[in-house]
């Protein structure tokens, strides 16, 4: 497992918990927001801010398990998992891939040749825009650069959360 990618994205899933919490009981602008998201849930579209917090009593993890539905996911487990390895169920024949037991050997190539280095299980592999495009995501989208097109240690955490809310979505259109 690629832990540094791992706890990066754990951890912006933690802090978006933690910020809707916060914004439930805070200033109306705040709560205008947090109301927002909760809102589209049915659960919850016709309860008020106060209605949320007497009723769901929403903690951190309570959150978590919402993020993980709206990206979906059966829970923040089985999301936990994906966010393990993100591109298990991706693997495509028609897309010829670099594979790289060795993250050094993989960088290395990289910074020498481009692509996109992405892990799966305790290998690397580097691909091409057009399987970038074939899971769902943009080559084009700037994140790529802000992450230096490295997936296993990006050097944006925010940049590549975006990018695997992204893929998640992806895999599972509206």
């Known amino acids: 497992m690629h832990k540094i990618h791992y706890d990066s994205l754990l951890s912006e899933f933690k802090n978006k918990a933690e910020l809707l919490q916060k914004a439930l009981s805070s ?5 205008a927001t947090a109301m927002q998201y909760f809102h589209q849930f049915e659960r919850f579209s016709n309860l008020s801010a106060q209605e949320i917090l007497q ?4 903690k951190s993890k309570d959150i978590l398990e919402l993020l993980a539905f709206e990206l979906h996911h059966s829970s923040f487990n089985d999301l936990k998992k ?6 298990f169920s991706l693997q495509k024949d028609s897309f010829h891939h670099l594979w790289f037991d060795k993250y050094s050997e993989a960088l290395c190539y ?6 996109f280095l992405l892990p799966h299980n305790k290998r690397y592999f580097l691909c091409q825009k057009d399987y970038i495009h074939a899971i769902g995501l943009s080559e084009k989208d700037n994140a790529w650069q802000k992450i230096k097109y490295n997936w296993v240690y990006p050097v944006d955490s ?8 992204q893929l998640l979505q992806a895999q599972h259109p509206q």
């Open 55 to 58: 009723q769901f009593k929403p």
């Open 27 to 31: 200033t109306k602008e705040d709560n």
């Open 110 to 115: 990289l910074n020498q040749r481009g692509g």
């Open 82 to 87: 994906t966010i393990k390895d993100p591109f």
């Open 158 to 165: 925010k940049a590549h959360f975006k990018l695997f809310c």
